[in-house]
Nanobody
Framework: QVQLVESGGGSVQAGGSLRLSCAAS????????MGWFRQAPGREREGVAI????????YHRDSVKGRFTISQDNAKNMVYLQIDSLKPDDTAMYYC?????????????????????WGQGTQVTVSS
C-alpha cells in the first residue's frame, strides 16, 4: 500500500507558477513509477508527467514540455510538479499517482489505468 497526499494547488493568473507536492507514505521502499495527472470538468484524466523513482528518468506530455517539470526527493519520499507559464487551459484537478515498479518502463505508463494508488487531488485554477 502507498498513501499519497498532494498539496500546493491554488488560484493564479495566467503566466504565474505553482509547485505541486506529493507526499508518499507506506511501502515507499519499493521502486515506484510516480505520476502527475490532471482532470478538467467533462474531460478524461490525462497524464502530464511521470518519474521513475529508481532510475530517475522522466516523461512529460508534449503539451506541457518546457512548462512542467517533475522531480523527486527520495530522502523525503516527495515528488514535485513545477508548473510555469500557467495557462487557463491548465485549470484542472491535479492528482498524484503511484505504481510499484515490477519491470518494463515507467515512462510508458501514461494512462490512469496504469496506476493503482492515487491521492485526493489538488485544484489548480488559472484565470486570464
Amino acid at each position: 500500500q502507498v498513501q499519497l497526499v498532494e498539496s500546493g494547488g491554488g488560484s493564479v493568473q495566467a503566466g504565474g507558477s505553482l509547485r505541486l507536492s506529493c507526499a508518499a507514505s507506506g511501502h515507499t521502499y519499493f521502486r515506484r513509477c510516480m505520476g502527475w495527472f490532471r482532470q478538467a470538468p467533462g474531460r478524461e484524466r490525462e497524464g502530464v508527467a511521470i518519474i521513475d523513482t529508481g532510475a530517475g528518468g522522466t516523461y512529460h506530455r508534449d503539451s506541457v514540455k518546457g512548462r512542467f517539470t517533475i522531480s523527486q526527493d527520495n530522502a523525503k519520499n516527495m515528488v514535485y510538479l513545477q508548473i510555469d507559464s500557467l495557462k487557463p487551459d491548465d485549470t484542472a484537478m491535479y492528482y498524484c499517482a503511484a505504481e510499484i515498479f515490477v519491470g518494463g518502463s515507467c515512462l510508458t505508463r501514461v494512462r490512469a489505468a496504469d496506476f493503482t494508488y492515487w491521492g485526493q487531488g489538488t485544484q489548480v485554477t488559472v484565470s486570464s
